[in-house]
């Protein structure tokens, strides 16, 4: 009997479009830049910049450093983490805002590297299915475990560096087909979509959901 394989706690699918419009194309770059400032917007919500003043004993300035703190995104990262690691829970209205804004921002990707010709709903599931499950915090996290994540997911990490570069080619070469053909590679799609379904797991493991304990898979599958 075949054993079937665990499934993992992030997927992504992605529907593949048999035709690409190629107007919009064309002008993706440009059309998309509305609902990029509108993730942007709600990723780096409550962002404060500081800058801070450098004086010598004359009262001259010596140089000015600017800061950049906080951000809702990095901010709810940081809290869910001391959360499992001192009290060893995960506010469930914390995972479904995450989960949220992780789906939004997947078919804001997902327009961007031409996977889809819809443009980014801010509610619907639309082409872009992902799926991540809540965590029992008590069976599933060990509460000391997002301490050390970042170094254990370092291999993903190097991975990725080489991954996420060869995805955006692979894009500019599809941007090309797509002008001549009006169709997606299936061979790129599904190394794209497989790029965004690696780093998904990734970041379902470590930052910034820590939702699971299960060291992610090196597969695009």
């Known amino acids: 009997m075949a054993i079937e ?12 479009p048999e035709k690409i ?3 919009t194309t064309f002008f993706r770059l440009i059309w998309i830049i509305p609902i990029a400032i509108v993730l942007g917007l709600i990723s780096d919500a409550g962002q404060t910049v500081t800058n801070t003043v450098i004086l010598n004993e004359a009262g001259e300035v010596i140089r000015t450093t600017r800061e950049t703190v906080g951000g809702l995104a990095s901010g709810l990262t940081a809290a869910t983490a001391l959360m499992i690691i001192f009290r060893h829970r995960y506010p469930r209205w914390w995972f479904d805002f995450s989960r949220e804004l992780t789906r939004f921002g997947a078919r804001v990707s997902a327009y961007a590297a ?9 509610v619907e599931e639309q082409s ?7 965590p029992d915090v008590e069976t599933d996290l060990n509460r000391y475990l997002p301490l050390v994540k970042w170094f254990l997911a370092i291999p993903h990490y190097i991975v990725l560096l080489i991954l996420v570069p060869l995805a955006v080619l692979a894009v500019l070469f599809t941007w090309l087909a797509i002008l001549f053909t009006g169709r997606y590679p299936r061979g790129l799609f599904d190394f794209v979509v497989g790029v965004g379904r690696w780093g998904l797991r990734v970041g379902a493991y470590g930052f910034p959901l820590l939702v699971t304990d299960q060291y992610p898979p090196f597969s695009l599958r």
Do not use: F, G, K
């Open 21 to 23: 419009d190629r107007l």
């Open 114 to 122: 031409l996977l889809t010709d819809r443009y980014p709903s801010t």
């Open 5 to 16: 394989p665990a499934v993992y706690a992030a997927r992504l699918e992605v529907v593949y």
């Open 128 to 134: 872009v299915h992902l799926e991540i499950d809540y």
